[in-house]
T-cell receptor, first 112, second 115 residues
Framework: GDSVTQMEGPVTLSEEAFLTINCTYTATGYPSLFWYVQYPGEGLQLLLKATKADDKGSNKGFEATYRKETTSFHLEKGSVQVSDSAVYFCALSSKGAQKLVFGQGTRLTINP | DSGVTQTPKHLITATGQRVTLRCSPRSGDLSVYWYQQSLDQGLQFLIQYYNGEERAKGNILERFSAQQFPDLHSELNLSSLELGDSALYFC??????????????FGPGTRLLVL
């Protein structure tokens, strides 16, 4: 079945560091790919998405590119801020379905 | 604020009991989804309703049931509760059922603790 694998956390970085959170997926066909973020005590918010191969999703300085050949959707940000501290979830939604399949989440902490 | 509301925010109950979690989707959204977030299982899809009808089912236990009402709000009923049912339960909504490209908007969740 469909699955998403994220890099193990937690990840701790200093402010202004470069961020990469790896995400790979297994799915039949061409799924849509999402990054959601969960701030402490809150629900999930969509960060960005990509719906076809080679699409790049971007928002708030975060980017991720849909790579079909490597079945990956890695999240990157050039310069992180303390306010980026949260749990990040990679997810997919397969064609013909709408349910989201989530990775295990990566907790990110940014120190000033 | 996503526009999706969930009540109650917290729920503490005992094993064997039954609880009802409520969700109101964003205005105009016809699809409602329920997810369970637990430490050991992560975030898992439970069930989807579209305009009052069940659309898709995931890893939902037989002790759990859901429905969507004519005003589009949804309820998740959990019965014969066990310690392992303690989790954060999220509701999400999206406009239609037409495509897997739609964004799902999540509520703040209901934290259930079974003692």
């Amino acid at each position: 079945g469909d699955s998403v694998t994220q890099m193990e956390g937690p990840v701790t970085l200093s402010e202004e560091a470069f961020l990469t959170i790896n995400c790979t997926y297994t799915a039949t066909g061409y799924p849509s790919l999402f990054w959601y973020v969960q701030y402490p005590g809150e629900g999930l918010q969509l960060l960005l998405k990509a719906t076809k191969a080679d699409d790049k999703g971007s928002n708030k300085g975060f980017e991720a590119t849909y790579r079909k050949e490597t079945t990956s959707f890695h999240l990157e940000k050039g310069s992180v801020q303390v306010s980026d501290s949260a749990v990040y979830f990679c997810a997919l939604s397969s064609k013909g379905a709408q349910k989201l399949v989530f990775g295990q989440g990566t907790r990110l902490t940014i120190n000033p | 604020d996503s526009g999706v509301t969930q009540t109650p925010k917290h729920l503490i109950t005992a094993t064997g009991q039954r609880v009802t979690l409520r969700c109101s989707p964003r205005s105009g959204d016809l699809s409602v989804y329920w997810y369970q977030q637990s430490l050991d299982q992560g975030l898992q899809f439970l069930i989807q309703y579209y305009n009052g009808e069940e659309r898709a089912k995931g890893n939902i236990l037989e002790r759990f049931s859901a429905q969507q009402f004519p005003d589009l709000h949804s309820e998740l009923n959990l019965s014969s509760l066990e310690l392992g049912d303690s989790a954060l339960y999220f509701c999400a909504s999206s406009p239609t059922r037409a495509t897997n490209q739609e964004t799902q908007y999540f509520g703040p969740g209901t934290r259930l603790l079974v003692l």
